[in-house]
């Protein structure tokens, strides 16, 4: 069961209902839905890299800029909001930290188009088993890691992967 504050509830309420469409709802997660260790890391304007716009743990944005930023992130920089039409950013606390970008594409032909590149970029931290590519679709999921268990990083993984299968 997840528990927010009053607050945070109605953020979240607010922020699904505009986003009600989006291939990225079941991505927003407390996270002990996908470890048990696992819980959304407090924003408190402490954080360092974060996207801008990015003011909720996790956040789901349509808005262009939020989602250009987003998409920029997940790229190290190297794409814009050109063929996304939804992202969602997650950061959580546990062993470690971990967390995802999630970017939804507006065509087939754009998921095509952004699978080479960013299994091409994230190729160095996948080989290094810090970072996995994951796609469903339209949809696609960054995951990465500062340092979990390998037991929690399968877990993350295997549970992504459930979630972009029901696509």
């Avoid at 069961?1 to 979240?12: D, E, I, N, V």
């Avoid at 987003?70 to 909001?81: D, N, T, V």
């Avoid at 993984?157 to 459930?162: M, R």
């Amino acid at each position: 069961m997840r528990r927010f504050a009053p607050a945070a509830s109605l953020l979240l309420l607010v922020t699904l209902a505009a986003c009600a469409t989006s291939g990225l709802d079941s991505f927003v997660l407390d996270g002990h839905e996908l470890h048990v260790s696992l819980a959304p890391k407090q924003l408190d304007g402490a954080n360092h890299g974060l996207p801008p716009g990015v003011r909720d743990n996790p956040h789901l944005a349509t808005d262009a800029e939020v989602v250009e930023s987003i998409a920029h992130y997940a790229s190290q920089g190297q794409l814009g909001g050109d063929g996304i039409r939804a992202a969602l950013y997650a950061l959580y606390d546990g062993e470690s930290e971990l967390g995802f970008y999630a970017l939804e594409t507006l065509s087939p032909e754009d998921a095509d188009r952004l699978e080479g590149m960013l299994r091409k970029i994230w190729a160095p931290n996948v080989r290094d088993n810090r970072v996995r590519v994951h796609r469903g679709g339209q949809v696609f999921v960054v995951v990465w890691n500062d340092g979990v268990s390998p037991a929690c990083w399968r877990a993350v993984n295997d549970g992504l992967v459930e979630r972009l299968a029901d696509r």
